[in-house]
């Protein structure tokens, strides 16, 4: 079961909850990339997985999103990582067990960056696409943050994502002081192939087995 869900909080939170058929004792927030919004369809189709195994799943736009249907967002991220706050908070009050957050490429840049500056605030990470380096520019690393994060993380990544390449991402997951995976899928740019609207359920498949094994597993 899919429903709409807002909060008047501050900032709001907008977007949609993902219910398993029986009472979920995991939640998951997930966000959308600089470009995008919470009807991506990578996000779609993973929490619809997700609730198929029993996870609740709150797809929801960041607070730039939610100001203007279009264009990137602007400034440091601070808005943007406070509506994430939100949304676990908001999450929280029917998820009695573990939390989990992430987001394809800005967003996930962003949840990295919230986790790593309030330590105890979800249970684990799910990074879709991290954007490492703008295209083209490898030396502008995003990387400064790492170092902070003590939260369990696994990273998704295209082989042919111009953002990092598996051997990036694997340099840079060696900096996180935590217990992380990275799954690399083959033939997938930053979209991780959603975008050509090819049939990418092998790829949900694989991410939602990486989740379980890395955070639900015993």
Same mark, same amino acid.
């Given at each position: 079961?899919?429903?709409?869900?807002?909060? %008047?909080?501050?900032?709001?939170?907008?977007?949609?909850?993902?219910?398993?058929?029986?009472?979920?004792?995991?939640?998951?927030?997930?966000?959308?990339?600089?470009?995008?919004?919470?009807?991506?369809?990578?996000?779609?189709? #993973?929490?619809? $997985?997700?609730?198929?195994?029993?996870?609740?799943?709150?797809?929801?736009?960041?607070?730039?999103?939610?100001?203007?249907?279009?264009?990137?967002?602007?400034?440091?991220?601070? %808005?943007?990582? $406070?509506?994430?706050?939100?949304?676990?908070?908001?999450?929280?009050?029917?998820?009695?067990? /573990?939390?989990?957050?992430?987001?394809?490429?800005?967003?996930?840049?962003?949840?990295?960056?919230?986790?790593?500056?309030?330590?105890?605030?979800?249970?684990?990470?799910?990074?879709?696409?991290?954007?490492?380096? !703008?295209?083209? /520019?490898?030396?502008? #690393?995003?990387?400064?943050?790492? !170092?902070?994060? /003590?939260? !369990?993380?696994?990273?998704?990544?295209?082989? /042919? %994502?111009?953002?990092?390449?598996?051997?990036?991402?694997?340099?840079?997951?060696?900096?996180? !002081?935590?217990?992380?995976?990275?799954?690399?899928?083959?033939?997938?740019?930053?979209?991780?192939?959603?975008?050509?609207?090819?049939?990418?359920?092998?790829?949900?498949?694989?991410?939602?087995?990486?989740?379980?094994?890395?955070?639900?597993?015993?």
């Amino acid at each position: 079961m899919v429903e709409a869900f807002v909060r %008047d909080t501050v900032p709001g939170v907008r977007g949609f909850l993902h219910c398993p058929a029986q009472p979920a004792e995991t939640g998951l927030v997930l966000t959308h990339g600089a470009g995008g919004n919470c009807n991506m369809p990578v996000l779609v189709a #993973l929490a619809e $997985a997700f609730a198929e195994q029993g996870v609740a799943v709150l797809r929801c736009d960041l607070p730039f999103r939610q100001l203007r249907p279009h264009g990137p967002p602007h400034g440091s991220g601070a %808005d943007d990582r $406070a509506g994430l706050r939100q949304a676990i908070a908001a999450l929280r009050e029917t998820i009695s067990g /573990k939390i989990f957050v992430g987001g394809q490429s800005y967003g996930g840049r962003q949840a990295t960056m919230l986790v790593a500056e309030e330590k105890n605030l979800a249970d684990g990470l799910l990074i879709l696409s991290y954007p490492l380096h !703008p295209p083209g /520019k490898p030396a502008q #690393l995003r990387t400064q943050h790492l !170092p902070q994060i /003590k939260t !369990p993380t696994l990273f998704v990544q295209g082989d /042919k %994502d111009p953002f990092a390449s598996p051997a990036e991402m694997e340099a840079a997951v060696k900096l996180i !002081p935590a217990e992380t995976s990275l799954l690399i899928i083959e033939n997938a740019g930053h979209d991780l192939g959603f975008r050509r609207g090819a049939d990418r359920q092998d790829t949900v498949s694989k991410i939602v087995s990486a989740f379980r094994e890395r955070f639900l597993a015993g």
